[in-house]
Structures are given as C-alpha cells and as structure tokens.
C-alpha cells in the first residue's frame, strides 16, 4: 500500500514539473497581447530590419495593429536604461497617440519578473514576457538594449535606436510623428 501512494506521488510531483518547465518557456503577454508580421529567420540581424516586416509578436491585438504605427521595445527589467525609456514610452507616445500608435515591450525574463515591474511602473501597453527568448532573438539578441523600433502602418520597420539617451528619445519621437502623419 505504501509502495502503491509512493508511486502516484511521484507520478504527480513530475506532471507538475513538467507542466511548470513548459510553462516557464513559453512566450506570455503580461497585461494585454499584442502585435504581427511573418517571423524573420533567426539569422536576421538587427541591422536588416528596416525595410523588413516587424517580426510577429503573439497575442490577440492583431486588430488593434492594423493600420496604425507600432512601437517596439527590447527590454528588461534589470536594465537601467530601458527602465528610463518605457516610462517616457507610455506617457510621451502610447497616451499622446491612442488611436494611431500601438505600444509593447518585449523582455527574455520570466513573466512574473515583469509582471512585477508592470505592477509597479504601470504602464498602459502591454508587455510580453519571452523566457526561451526566441521572440528576443528575432528582434537582435546580440544587439545592447534597450532597442527600439518604430514600424509605420503597414507593418514596415520604418527606424530602429540601440540604447537609450534624451536625444536618442526625441528621435524616436519624431519618427513616430512622422509615420502617424505618412499615409498608406
């Protein structure tokens, strides 16, 4: 009897494990889901996405991507910088521009690690959370962060900044501008 109770517990403690396993490798949207385009091969470089299509992010707000501009941030929660730069996102670009800019931030860390921070910064786009970093990859893994890209309302990568500075923010800024006032 005892030998038979042994059994089914470990049975059960290693269902449970590999359920987390796949859960913690999994690409997950923290707050709201997100953005679209074909997925680029995992040799692309950061350098050749402009004039490529943004690289597809999962989630459901396909719709709300459809002809307006997309701004995307490669970040994490570590990163001093990024964490200057997602603040000033949201109120300088995602609140300035609801209907004609969507927002998202993508990080390689696990999703409560940036759930945590959208808890505490509070920001009105949505995060995804990518842990196997496959999603981080396609937008330039090997490139510094934080690393934005503006792709305008046709789903081109239209501009692309590596790091984070006032300056380099402003930039951002008027490309984003730019775009919303370009038409198809």
């Known amino acids: 009897m005892r030998r038979a109770f042994y059994a089914v517990a470990l049975i059960a403690v290693t269902a449970v494990a590999i359920v987390a396993y796949r859960r913690a490798t999994e690409t997950i949207v923290i707050?709201?889901?997100t953005l679209g385009g074909p997925p680029p091969e995992a040799s692309r470089t950061i350098a050749s996405?402009?004039?490529q299509p943004l690289p597809f992010i999962p989630g459901a707000v396909q719709e709300k991507m459809h002809n307006r501009v997309v701004v995307v941030s490669v970040w994490a929660t570590w990163c001093r910088p990024c964490r200057d730069e997602l603040p000033r996102l949201d109120?300088?670009?995602?609140?300035?521009y609801?209907?004609?800019v969507v927002v998202v931030g993508i990080s390689g860390e696990h999703p409560m690690k940036v759930a945590e921070y959208n808890h505490?910064?509070?920001?009105?786009?949505?995060l995804v959370a990518d842990p196997d970093g496959r999603l981080v990859r396609s937008y330039g893994?090997?490139?510094?962060i934080p690393?934005?890209?503006v792709a305008d309302r046709s789903g081109i990568v239209r501009y692309q900044h590596v790091g984070y500075s006032p300056r380099g923010f402003e930039e951002v800024k008027a490309v984003v501008a730019r775009e919303i006032n370009r038409r198809l």
């Open 31 to 33: 707050e709201r889901p």
């Open 49 to 51: 996405l402009v004039g």
């Open 91 to 96: 109120s300088e670009i995602a609140k300035a």
């Open 98 to 100: 609801p209907n004609d």
């Open 120 to 126: 505490d910064a509070r920001l009105s786009f949505p």
């Open 141 to 144: 893994a090997n490139a510094p």
């Open 147 to 149: 690393r934005t890209f």
